[in-house]
């Protein structure tokens, strides 16, 4: 009886173990080494902000994939991220941040 039990338990972990390895779409239930963090903020003035700041709900390749955009669509894109999506980012650090974006990753004009 009680060795039934004990059998009946080690299947479900089993069962746990394959269902979590399917969920990760790997085939065998390993450790799961996540991939190094390869794109991070340029280093520059008020990278600390975007660092701090701007990987809350995406990875900073958000940012560096975007083309050398100008001023005024780092300023539109970082209001949006605060009022639409709720980025908790201090108004304090909007113009900083806006001038590290714009001239790490966009363009001035
Ligand atoms: C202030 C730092 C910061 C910057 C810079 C930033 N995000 Fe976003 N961001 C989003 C969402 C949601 C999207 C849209 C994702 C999609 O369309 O797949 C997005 C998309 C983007 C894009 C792609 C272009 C676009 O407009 O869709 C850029 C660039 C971007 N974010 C920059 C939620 C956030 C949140 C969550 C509260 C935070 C914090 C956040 N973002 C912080 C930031």
């Given at each position: 009886?009680?060795?039934?039990?004990?059998?009946?338990?080690?299947?479900?972990?089993?069962?746990?173990?394959?269902?979590?390895?399917?969920?990760?779409?790997?085939?065998?239930?390993?450790?799961?080494?996540?991939p190094?963090?390869?794109?991070?903020?340029?280093?520059?003035?008020?990278?600390?902000?975007?660092?701090?700041?701007?990987?809350?709900?995406?990875?900073?390749?958000?940012?560096?994939?975007?083309?050398?955009?100008?001023?005024?669509?780092?300023?539109?894109?970082?209001?949006?991220?605060?009022?639409?999506?709720?980025?908790?980012?201090p108004?304090?650090?909007?113009?900083?941040?806006?001038?590290?974006?714009?001239?790490?990753?966009?363009?001035?004009?």
């Amino acid at each position: 009886m009680f060795a039934a039990m004990k059998k009946l338990r080690t299947g479900s972990l089993i069962v746990t173990g394959m269902l979590f390895a399917a969920l990760a779409g790997v085939s065998a239930p390993l450790t799961l080494p996540l991939p190094p963090e390869t794109v991070q903020f340029k280093p520059g003035k008020g990278a600390e902000i975007a660092g701090a700041q701007c990987v809350l709900c995406h990875s900073a390749d958000y940012v560096s994939i975007q083309p050398a955009l100008p001023r005024a669509f780092w300023q539109a894109n970082v209001q949006k991220m605060r009022e639409k999506y709720g980025a908790p980012l201090p108004e304090p650090l909007v113009a900083p941040l806006v001038d590290y974006l714009t001239k790490t990753y966009g363009k001035e004009k």
